[in-house]
């Protein structure tokens, strides 16, 4: 995905905060993806809001610039993207044969992946795909190695040793991410803030953008 798919939400969030849309670098390892989002901004310190893959960034880069980090926002998203021992997430059978399905038909694949994102909420489906038509599908070998990161990072770790305030906004309807993902977040980081959004899907940005404006204003809200 690119940043035009935040679209109105950008919007919505810009008159209340200075808003800074990331395209995600290709790179095959997330420090170089962290580093090169990271030298392009200011030096002021900042906020990080990563939805999906993003949020995988999103850990990396507040874990690894805490002195400029002063708050992480997860949106459907999930440190450990694969399912785990004791872990909720996407079984490794399900990854691998969508992984297999991109590269035998990538086009299709890219189709069908965004009417999933979109499960139980359709009618958003024909604007999602005309914001992502706005730019040119990603090479397929760049698709790859993004779906090799979020099979291979896992950074449970990273998200107990934060010491910012963070938050993750989830949908009790995420074809992707489980909402027990939640609970098991908040264990290892009893002060997460979560917020679970009903029937929201894995774009709750688009899907329910004023609740999830809301949640973004009563986490931020509270800790400035």
């Known amino acids: 995905m690119h940043s035009g798919l935040w679209g109105d939400f950008a919007a919505q969030l810009s008159p209340h905060y200075r808003v800074t849309l990331i395209d995600l670098p290709w790179h095959d390892n997330l420090e170089a993806i962290s ?59 399900t990854f691998d044969a969508f992984t297999e399905q991109l590269h035998a038909n990538p086009v299709t694949t890219l189709q069908r992946f965004l009417a999933l994102q979109l499960q139980g909420s359709l009618a958003f489906l024909k604007d999602v795909k005309a914001r992502f038509a706005l730019k040119p599908a990603p090479e397929l070998s760049d698709l790859e190695t993004s779906l090799t990161l979020l099979k291979t990072s896992d950074l449970r770790a990273f998200l107990t040793n934060l010491k910012c305030p963070i938050a993750a906004i989830l949908s009790d309807n995420d074809a992707l991410i489980p909402v027990e993902v939640g609970q098991q977040m908040q264990t290892l980081q009893p002060n997460l803030h979560l917020t679970v959004l009903k029937n929201a899907t894995h774009i709750p940005f688009v899907t329910q953008s004023k609740n999830c404006l809301n949640a973004i204003h009563a986490f931020l809200d509270g800790i400035r």
């Open 35 to 93: 580093d090169e989002i990271v030298a392009t901004l200011d030096d002021e310190p900042f906020y990080v809001l990563g939805w999906s893959l993003g949020g995988t960034v999103a850990l990396d880069i507040a874990a690894r610039y805490s002195n400029r980090v002063q708050g992480v926002i997860l949106m459907a998203a999930n440190p450990c993207f694969v399912a785990q021992k004791n872990w909720a997430g996407m079984p490794v059978e």
